[in-house]
């Protein structure tokens, strides 16, 4: 591993991103907007202060895990990830580059949608806003470590783009959004259990709703730092030097 | 750097299968230091496969390739090969600069090393442009251009001169011969036959199987014809005959 080579990558990735204006605003404006969507559809002062925080738990899960998965497909097709590979480059070189520079654009992202929402659109927060972002940018982690990982079984940038509803949706589902998980039937509760977004929007409503630091929010948030790991980790696994 | 003993490259008995179909039946041959050998023949004879093996990003079935003294792929060979594959891996999202920078970081080159390969491949007028606006011949000067950082001791070109013109062709043939003579060892591969004219050494592959290897007149010499494209018939029908 090398330092240099890492933040060489992660300036290379946030450099791609500013010569894509459109990709960088669509990033950082469509969770304002759906967020701002949500406020005025709920119309509702106490239930948006409940829904708000899970929406903000699953927005960068799911553009990380978006950005990274046609990204790094498009690595593999273009052969720069070979290029790399047949250098001195480590592959956690690579992914600490990835994770730097998807991290600083998450951060980013969520301020922007958490100074609209405690401002503008009126949101109560009970805990620290600092919990929020360390939530928020450990999740568009997970987000980006499985959408490298789900990446390498895409031959194609339009099968990339597919995993997104497959991995993303059923997580969304089940993560207490649209029902909290203990009103589910028992089956669907355990499969939540599993599903490392249940975590991270738990964390999200524990802040939300208390200025503690409870014990929940602390397992919370080592179950959704350790799966970022592990997605990093399996996702690792699928850089390979020598390809068939 | 050209008296060190031993050959560049030494390929013993390499068999690799891709797909469940053998592409290379048991190559062996050498690459002396300091010269420029072709690699030639048909589209789908196993070039690429071939030049992916020497880089060592290819998974080989058996069989052993010898790179500068270290089995291929060897972590201390990552400094020591410049590799360009045949479509131009480089990143169209960033300008010819930005891409050369990076690579040159990764590799732990120079920072003025950049502009050094530009001016080599006749591109210091591109540099700010974005590589996606370049024509197909500059973005594979410009991919080239990566190959030549940190002034590697061998250089694997697969297919540099597509889609190039004359003058073009004759310019980079010309720097492949300047840095032959400073020492380096280049392996160009071609399915041009009148481009074998200009190496001092030529492998000729047909259907994964050498057809011939030796110099540009030993070739016309052993095919009794003082064009290349003909020897190159004459051996293949030689063969045909030797095996009914």
């Keep these: 591993m090398s330092l240099t080579i890492t933040l060489a990558t992660a300036g290379r990735i946030l450099a791609q991103l500013r010569h894509d204006r459109r990709t960088l605003a669509l990033l950082v404006g469509v969770p304002s907007v759906l967020m701002i969507l ?32 046609i990204t790094t497909q498009r690595e593999r097709a273009t052969g720069t990830l070979e290029r790399l590979m047949a ?82 949706l059923p997580q969304s589902l089940l993560c207490g959004l649209v029902v909290p998980r203990d009103a589910m039937a028992s089956w669907l509760e355990r499969l939540s259990d599993v599903m490392p977004l249940s975590y991270a929007v738990e964390a999200m409503q524990e802040v939300a709703r208390t200025g503690d630091v409870t014990g929940v929010l602390v397992r919370d948030i080592l179950i959704v730092a350790g799966c970022a790991v592990l997605a990093l980790v399996l996702g690792a696994a699928t850089l390979r030097r020598r390809t068939p | 750097m050209m008296n060190l003993p031993g050959p560049a490259i030494a390929v013993r008995d390499l068999r690799v299968v891709r797909g469940g179909a053998e592409v290379l039946h048991g190559l062996t041959f050498e690459v002396p230091r300091g010269q420029v050998t072709g690699l030639l023949g048909p589209s789908g004879c196993g ?10 990003v290819q998974i080989v079935t058996s069989g052993e390739v010898t790179v500068l003294g270290e089995p291929a792929g ?29 690579f040159a970081a990764v590799l732990g080159a120079g920072k003025d ?44 070109l697969d297919e540099p001169t597509v889609g190039l013109d004359p003058v073009l062709r004759q310019d980079l043939w010309g720097l492949f011969q300047s840095l032959a ?31 011939a290897d030796g110099s540009p007149d030993g070739l016309r010499e052993r095919a009794g014809t003082t064009d290349l494209e003909e020897a190159f018939l004459r051996l293949v029908k030689e063969k045909a005959e030797r095996v009914r």
């Design chain 1, 38 to 69: 949500l406020r005025y559809v709920i119309d509702d002062p106490a239930s948006f202060d409940r829904l708000g925080p899970t929406l903000l738990g699953i927005f960068p899960f799911i553009v990380m895990f978006m950005v990274t998965s």
């Design chain 1, 87 to 168: 250098g001195p480059l480590g592959r956690f070189d690579l992914l600490l580059g990835y994770a730097l520079a998807f991290g600083a654009v998450a951060a980013a992202q969520v301020a922007v949608v958490l100074a609209i929402s405690l401002t503008w659109l009126g949101l109560e927060v009970a805990g620290s806003v600092w919990l929020l972002v360390l939530v928020a940018v450990l999740d568009s982690l997970l987000g980006m470590a499985l959408g490298l990982f789900f990446s390498a079984f895409a031959r194609t940038e339009f099968q990339a783009v597919q995993f997104m509803p497959a991995v993303v």
């Design chain 2, 47 to 56: 070039k690429t496969t071939l030049i992916r093996s020497i880089v060592g």
């Design chain 2, 74 to 102: 060897g972590p201390a060979l990552r400094r020591k090969i410049g590799y360009s594959t045949q479509s131009a891996a480089i990143y169209r999202d960033l300008t010819v600069l930005e891409n050369l920078r990076y």
């Design chain 2, 113 to 156: 090393d950049a502009e050094r390969v530009l001016e080599e491949v006749g591109l210091a007028g591109a540099g700010r442009q974005l590589a996606g606006s370049l024509s197909g011949g500059q973005l594979g000067r410009a991919s080239l251009a990566v190959a030549l950082l940190g002034s590697p001791e061998l250089l694997v």
């Design chain 2, 181 to 211: 003579e400073r020492g380096v060892t280049l392996v160009v591969s071609s399915h041009v036959m009148d481009e074998a004219a200009r190496c001092q050494r030529l492998i000729i592959l047909r259907e994964g199987e050498i057809l």
